[in-house]
């Protein structure tokens, strides 16, 4: 699993001899252009890379999600390569600094700020179900129709948002791709604080009590954890969740009884498209912190037993394996029977598993893993596989069919218990979490593929199950690789009882904009009445929980006037 097209930069380049004045553009072509120019996996063709900052494409390289491959170029390689890919020299982009005028004037005491309307980390509950009640949503499905913007907050230096927003007690915290952390007003979008993390910062951020008030709790693409004081940023802890060099954290921490559940993935299949890098070592795993100190109270990897040798690739490079399996997702906690879900995602070399592409129970105590309920079985994958050369591609490759959104407990009526899991084969399971997860229910919604099915999650409202369907597609057009604006997308609610469709919504389409892609890969939010997702091609719509009709549509893709210092308090 890896990110949405678009919100992650891939870009390979391989071993090039250094140069006093290297060329951009040769270093592109000889060791790049073979994955962007071909469609392979989820690298973005040139022309979309044309679309970020030449600072954004070095700081990718130099300390984002290609600082791997970014460590094997020197530093004039990387710069003209960033300058080349860019189409624009480096400082073209204005200082990444929050001018002054944007920063609140006044700064008012918090009080009871999880009891107001909120969004707390991730999927809003311990059960992830990404559903809010009216009252605590603060709005009705009769509001929806006449939202309007209020604000719009400029990320400094940062050619995309990156991760999704919190609100509590009128604030409202967001991580971003600049390494920062920032704290606004969630009425008017000044800034009160910004903290400066090791790397990108892509999870929620989760709020709770402590002993200096209240915390703020969050992870970065270093599988750095973080804890800071929610009024002042001021930092707390820090603690690294893994000492692999690839390892990363995606899934938001889930923060319940004093605790911090931290979930691990890695970049390592990317860095398996060199033939001669040594594929795969890394394990998915699961953490247990003290939220007060961020000690490691336990660790449980996925993969039971650490990666061995097995054989040579063709280029005499040693392979290695069990490997992957990470967690791309915030962990599901069921805190009345002290058990945590987590849902894993593929194999990255020969001989996967048997707990990759899988929802795993562990208990919450030990972190002893209860049973592990593998959904695809085989699905050894890297980015060698879509790749040129294929050298590190293991022989039996696989769907790549990871989960990447979190399990969803859900508590029907009489006692029932189910878990809802949404894949990116594009198929929602329910399972049965009381035996061992049997599989009660499977439906599909999509296609699926690498790039397709259910991305980042589902959300439920305890009568159906509301999937979003990435399915990006692309083909080579007269211009390169490009996007298909008319595949993908698309919306479904499943019933939680039999696992039929209730309905489907189709992608609106993406009309005469280019280049453009309707894939929903976003994960979707529910109120009663009200589902909301976000698309590829720029909008953000409300559909009606009944039938699927858009109640609502917001085109994001235009200019905005970035928050200054807003006068007004008022939410609405």
């Known amino acids: 699993m890896f990110s949405r097209p678009g919100l992650a930069l891939l ?4 071993e090039a001899n250094a140069a006093s004045a290297p060329d951009g553009g040769a270093l592109y072509r000889k060791y790049c252009a ?5 469609g392979a996996g989820r690298a973005p063709a040139t022309a979309a890379l044309k679309s970020f900052s030449p600072e954004h494409i070095l700081l990718a390289l130099e300390s984002g999600p290609m600082m791997i491959m970014g460590q094997r170029r020197t530093d004039p390689e990387r710069r003209a390569i960033a300058e080349f890919v860019a189409a624009k020299p480096l400082g073209h982009e204005p200082a990444a600094a929050i001018p002054q005028t944007a920063y609140c004037k006044d700064d008012p005491a918090w009080t009871a700020p999880l009891t107001a309307p909120r969004w707390n980390g991730w999927g809003v509950d311990a059960s992830n179900r990404r559903f809010q009640s009216t009252a605590q949503a603060g709005i009705a499905a009769s509001d929806v129709p006449r939202l309007r913007l209020k604000w719009a907050f400029g990320f400094p230096g940062d050619i995309q948002a990156y991760a999704q927003p919190a609100v509590a007690g009128a604030r409202l915290f967001v991580g971003s791709a600049g390494h920062r952390v920032y704290s606004l ?6 800034t009160y604080w910004m903290f400066q993390a090791e790397a990108p910062v892509r999870t929620a951020i989760s709020l709770g009590p402590s002993a200096s008030g209240y915390a703020v709790y969050f992870a970065d693409i270093h599988a750095n954890v973080y804890a800071a004081e929610a009024s002042t940023g001021k930092l707390l802890w820090k603690t690294r969740a893994d000492e692999h060099s690839e390892a990363r954290i995606t899934g938001a921490p889930a923060l319940a009884g004093g605790r911090l559940f931290v979930p691990v993935a890695s970049s390592e299949e990317v860095s398996a498209a060199d033939p001669l890098y040594e594929c795969c070592r890394f394990r998915g795993s699961v953490l247990a912190l003290n939220a007060a100190t961020g000690n490691i109270i336990w660790k449980t990897y996925t993969i039971p037993d650490p990666a061995r040798p097995t054989i040579k690739n063709k280029s005499g490079t040693q392979l290695w394996g069990p490997s992957g399996a990470g967690v791309w997702s915030t962990p599901t906690l069921d805190l009345q029977r002290h058990i945590l879900y987590a849902a894993t995602g593929n194999a990255y070399s ?32 890297n980015l060698a596989c879509p ?7 293991p022989d039996a490759s696989g769907p790549d069919s990871d989960f990447g ?5 859900i508590e029907l009526p009489h006692g029932k218990r189910m878990l809802v899991a949404g894949q990116k084969s594009a198929v929602v399971y329910a399972l049965d979490p009381d035996r061992a997860g049997e599989v009660l229910w499977q439906t599909r919604v999509g296609r699926g593929g690498t790039l397709g099915g259910i991305q980042w999650g589902p959300a439920t409202d305890n009568e159906n199950v509301y999937a979003a369907v990435s399915d990006i597609s692309r083909r080579v057009g007269p211009a390169g690789l490009e996007l298909i604006p008319d595949a993908g997308g698309g919306i479904s609610a499943v019933r939680l009882t039999t696992g039929e469709i209730v309905w489907r919504a189709p992608p609106p389409g993406c009309g005469e904009r280019r280049p ?6 976003a994960a979707v939010t529910v109120i009663p009445g009200v589902v909301f997702s976000g698309s590829s091609d720029g909008h953000l719509r409300a559909y ?26 008022r939410l609405i």
């Open 350 to 381: 020969a001989a996967p598993a048997a707990t990759t592409d899988a929802i795993l129970a562990l208990d919450i105590e030990s972190g002893k893993i209860l049973w592990a309920r593998q959904l695809t079985a085989g699905d050894a994958y």
């Open 405 to 409: 959104s979190s399990p969803i407990l």
């Open 516 to 521: 453009c892609s309707p894939a929903q890969s």
């Open 11 to 14: 870009f390979f380049c391989l």
């Open 387 to 393: 790749s040129p050369d294929k050298t590190n591609c």
């Open 544 to 569: 009606a929980t009944q039938d699927g009709k858009i109640v609502w549509d917001f085109d994001a893709v235009r200019d905005f006037q970035a928050v200054k210092r807003p006068r007004s308090r």
């Open 34 to 38: 073979g994955c962007h120019d071909s």
């Open 185 to 190: 007003d969630a009425a008017t979008g000044c």
